[in-house]
């Protein structure tokens, strides 16, 4: 549990945490509410206790206080009964839950609070503009050979390759317009409540939207990039009708401006995306199954971090039982167009 300690003091840090859920136990009972959303109610600020072992992990010093989904099966015990039941989404049995509207109450009073807001979205967010996701149930890959987008195959059969390319990316998504879930994120950035946005898509929805300060973690289909010398092509400005398209400096073929399967992420977008995660307060993770390393250990990181994370997503992932502190069920637009209206018009006693 504390590898880094030794025998002894693996049992004074447990001591210490058996006092600390004996006194989250007492919490529970005053607000009623379950050990899963009482940091929920009491936003922490940066002097408390979790914003000060973020920092401390921050700096590579060991805590032993430990990582939220251990945590509370420590408290859990310390407790003598926990939640009745594992819903499946993840958080407090029927006893316990919040209805969706507590929770989406709840959340935007976090964003309100939040000193740094950080959006990290996937393809579900994308669903409802007519985009389909890459994997799972109608997913892109289920009709289509992935093979298409290694380079190696793209540097054997370019043609072939952008066939494939040209299907799915440029005749399908160049075209989308973004939903409700973008305008709303965007909505937000521009009255104050949030920083940025972490996207590991590529259609350029959140920036049609109106979003400012965007990081595209995968690339972008706006621009291609010539395999030979590098010279940047906005993609509006070719003719996909001949392909390969060529580039107009060396007559190389140009390659759409995202990651290919094998590619190594720009060392540049992993910097910029980990400082926004070691900044974010909040974390809202929208649209993604968390399933693709990566860009699914950023609100991980964030979680390290301090962060609190606020999921929305229709069904459980890879962040819902393990660092998710709020699971709100359900379509993007729905859930994220009424948690603005309860942030713009205060609503439910927001402040």
């Known amino acids: ?61 060991p805590d032993c206080l430990l990582p939220g989904f251990m945590w509370t099966g420590i408290v859990k015990k310390a ?35 939040s000193t740094y807001t950080v959006v990290f979205t996937g393809a579900g967010i994308s669903v409802e503009s007519g985009i389909p996701p890459f994997r799972g149930h109608g997913g892109i890959w289920r009709h289509n050979d992935p093979s298409c987008l290694t380079m190696r195959y793209f540097r054997q059969q370019p043609k072939k390759s952008w066939e494939t390319i040209r299907k799915l990316f ?19 950035e521009k009255r104050g409540h949030v920083n940025s946005v972490i996207t590991q898509n590529i259609d350029g929805l959140h920036q049609k939207a109106g979003s400012q300060t965007v990081y595209e973690y995968h690339g972008t289909i706006k621009k291609l990039v010539c395999i030979e010398c590098f010279h940047p092509v906005e993609s509006h400005s070719i003719d996909f009708s001949a392909l390969p398209p060529v580039c107009p400096e060396c007559g190389g073929i140009l390659k759409p401006d995202f990651v290919f399967f094998g590619e190594t992420i720009p060392k540049k977008i992993t910097d910029l995306c980990s400082g926004e ?31 609190t994370i606020i999921e929305v997503n229709t069904e459980p992932s890879a962040y819902t039982r393990q660092i998710t502190d709020i699971f709100l069920k359900g379509g993007a637009t729905n859930v994220l167009t ?7 018009d205060n609503r439910q006693g927001l402040s």
Do not use: C
Not at 44 to 57: D, E, I, N, T
Not at 103 to 113: G, P, Q, V
Not at 170 to 188: F, S, V
């Open 1 to 61: 549990m504390f590898p880094w300690k030794s025998g002894t003091e693996r049992r004074k840090s447990y001591d210490r945490l058996k006092v600390q859920g004996a006194g989250l136990k007492a919490k529970t009972e005053a607000t009623g509410l379950p050990v899963a959303r009482l940091h929920v109610t009491g936003h922490r600020k940066k002097g408390s206790r979790l914003r000060a072992q973020g920092s401390r992990q921050k700096r590579g010093q």
């Open 79 to 113: 407790q003598g009964q926990g939640r009745k039941a594992q819903g499946k989404n993840g958080v407090a049995g029927a006893e316990h839950a919040m209805t969706q509207n507590e929770d989406i109450t709840a959340s935007a009073a976090l964003i309100k609070a």
């Open 170 to 188: 440029y005749d399908l998504i160049a075209t989308a317009q973004p939903n409700g879930a973008h305008r709303a994120i965007a909505d937000l």
């Open 277 to 307: 995660a070691h900044y974010a307060d909040v974390m809202i993770v929208i649209g993604t199954s968390g399933s693709v390393k990566p860009a699914s250990m950023i609100p991980f990181a964030a979680k390290r971090a301090g962060a």
């Open 338 to 344: 009424r948690m603005v209206d309860m942030i713009i």
